[in-house]
């Protein structure tokens, strides 16, 4: 079985003066010192480049000073990637193809001079093809696409902005406990419903962070791992779905994701059942798509999670922990290294004053494009392995 053995993060958030490559490379380091290996036993190296310029390449190999790599790629799946790279690590090391695999992202979006969302503005007025075209009918940035599909979202099960709030209250309480949180001020549901409206139905505080830093997973064998500095992180299953493609007609565009095929997939690998999950960290690049992900992998039916969110079950002290460092929301954003990230923190029990009491097994969504890609990850402690 293939194991998380280590752990990197950078400092992440406004942090300015350094490029992709260097939030990267530290990331990688990082993780090494975290599993206690040194970066020369790295012999896999698999890179997710975001998309802002200049971007990570396979240039980073050298850059880390690693030769004769037996596994080096990049690939996107956009904030699905996380995901994908650690199931090809998995399957890299359990087929033999690699020992000791290295995943990393980093991203610089934010700038000294201009906003988060003006580095994503841009990106979105670049868009060519259909793409292109709904930029210039008005859909100038993702904000305007994810927008259509809560609404949607919203309008077929009536869910309410007081539910959407639910979700950004809870998961801000979860970062005043998280030291490593970009935003730990409390919020009330009043804040939030004071919040400027970016594109109805999402106010500001239904929209992600935009942060600048790295992150980075040792991926190795179970084995070699109960022999290594942390405890071992297993990843029992993995799935991915790439739907159709957003606003087509006839769509269920908004209703329903990836996440139900992916989440199903990685379950049934795993030999476990939505009931077993623990610990949920999900994809929240905005607060809507918490909810939808929450019903496609099965936690409550469609049109349900809303009230789940109202009812402070995603909160601490909650019956579901979810997004329990604060998420993207609140906490950084670093695509779908953000829950993985806390998802490994959580099992293996080093997660502080926001620890999850019973913590042996945890779901892990990314979400790629308009809801375009998904993956999921079923993480488990030794314990439950």
């Not at 992916?262 to 795993?270: D, E, I, N």
């Not at 469609?302 to 906490?331: R, V, Y």
């Amino acid at each position: 079985m293939a194991t998380i053995a280590g752990l990197g993060l950078t400092e992440v958030g406004k942090v300015f003066g350094r490029s992709s490559f260097e939030f990267a490379a530290e990331a990688v380091h990082l993780a090494a010192q975290d599993a206690g290996i040194s970066v020369g036993d790295i012999d896999g190296l698999l890179i997710n480049p975001a998309l802002t310029s200049p971007a990570l390449d396979l240039t980073l190999a050298r850059r880390l000073g690693l030769r004769d790599l037996r596994l080096l790629t990049q690939l996107t799946a956009y904030g699905a990637s996380a995901g994908v790279m650690v199931a090809q690590a998995a399957q890299a090391v359990e087929s033999g193809t690699a020992d000791v695999v290295a995943c990393v992202f980093s991203d610089t979006p934010r700038s000294e001079s201009g906003s988060g969302a003006d580095a994503y503005r841009a990106m979105s007025l670049q868009a060519r093809g259909v793409r292109g075209a709904e930029t210039a009918a008005g859909l100038t940035s993702t904000t305007h696409r994810y927008a259509l599909a809560a609404d949607r979202y919203m309008s077929t099960f009536g869910v309410t902005h007081d539910e959407l709030g639910a979700v950004a209250v809870g998961q801000r309480q979860w970062a005043e406990l998280n030291p490593v949180a970009a935003m730990r001020t409390p919020m009330t549901l009043d804040d939030y419903h004071a919040s400027r409206w970016v594109v109805e139905p999402l106010h500001l505080l239904d929209c992600c962070l935009v942060s600048n830093g790295g992150a980075a997973v040792i991926v190795t064998s179970a084995e070699r791992a109960r022999d290594l500095r942390q405890p071992p992180v297993h990843i029992r299953g993995w799935g991915q779905a790439h739907p159709a493609p957003p606003l087509r007609a006839g769509s269920t565009f908004g209703l329903t994701t990836g996440a139900k095929a992916s989440g199903r997939a990685a379950l049934a690998m795993a030999g476990l059942e939505v009931g077993d999950v623990q610990v949920r960290e999900i994809y929240d690049c905005y607060t809507y798509t918490v909810l939808v992900t929450l019903e496609d992998y099965g936690f409550c039916q469609p049109g349900e999670a809303g009230a789940l969110a109202a009812s402070g079950a995603l909160a601490p002290g909650g019956d579901l922990p979810t997004n329990t460092g604060g998420g993207q929301l609140s906490s950084f954003y670093l695509w779908g290294m953000t829950p993985l990230h806390e998802a490994v923190t959580q099992i293996r029990g080093q997660a502080g004053r926001r620890q999850v009491a019973t913590h042996d097994t945890a779901i892990v969504s990314g979400n790629g494009g308009i809801l375009e890609h998904h993956s999921t990850l079923v993480l488990t402690s030794e314990a439950a392995a």
